[in-house]
Structure formats: C-alpha cells, structure tokens
C-alpha cells in the first residue's frame, strides 16, 4: 500500500503561482511513477503531468506545457507540482497519484494509490 497526502493548494489571483507537494509513504519512493491529477465541479478527473521514478522523464498535458512543472525529491519521499501564470479555469481539486512500474501513462485508471485531493481555487 502507498499513503499519499497532498499540501500547498489555496486561493490566489489569476497570474499567481502555487507549488503542491505530495508525501508519500508505505512504499519505496524510487520504485513509483507518480502523476498529478484535477478535477472541477461537474467535470470528469483530468491528467496534469506526470514523472518516472527517477525524475528524468516527465509529461505533460498541453493546457498546462510550459505553465506547469512537475518534479520530484527521492530522499523526501515528495512529489512536486509547480504552477505558474494560474488561470480561473485551473480551479479544481488536485490530486497526487501513484503507481509501481517503469511506465508513467496519463489515464487515471492506471493509478492505483490516490491522495484526497488539496482545493486550487483562482479567481480573476
């Protein structure tokens, strides 16, 4: 099993920047891929990014290239997502995700360790 537990979500204005933090624990950090994930009101869960095991290869979805950077720390146990030039439209809840493996998909499905979410809320 793998706790995940996200920090770092808030309230800011549009053009504002946030950093998300996920610890994790339960598992061999090093041995997970680790995604970042959102959902808003009445709206289904959408990918964010994503990160290998060792930080050396990360994806994206394209509504957040070049916003948006995911990172890890393996001595912290932490997954990092920073957030740049923030939009009203990037109010969701996020969601930290985990699965072992060497393979780091965008569907949520093929993530089975979940945080409870952290509320990102920008208004304009």
């Known amino acids: 099993q793998v706790q995940l537990v996200e920090s770092g979500g808030g309230s800011v204005q549009a053009g504002d920047s946030l950093r998300l933090s996920c610890a994790a624990s339960?598992?061999?950090?090093?041995?997970?891929?680790m995604g970042w994930f959102r959902q808003a009101p009445g709206k289904e869960r959408e990918f964010v990014a994503a990160?290998?095991?060792?930080?050396?290869?990360?994806i994206y979805a394209d509504s957040m290239k070049g916003r948006f950077t995911i990172s890890r720390d393996n001595a912290k146990n932490t997954v990092y997502l920073q957030m740049n030039s923030l939009k009203p439209e990037d109010t969701a809840v996020y969601y930290c995700?985990?699965?072992?493996?060497?393979?780091?998909?965008?569907?949520?499905?093929?993530?089975?360790?979940w945080g409870q979410g952290t509320q990102v809320t920008v208004s304009s």
């Open positions: 995700a985990a699965r072992a493996g060497i393979e780091v998909p965008r569907v949520a499905r093929d993530y089975p360790y």
């Open positions: 339960g598992r061999t950090f090093r041995s997970l891929a």
């Open positions: 990160i290998n095991w060792s930080g050396g290869s990360t």
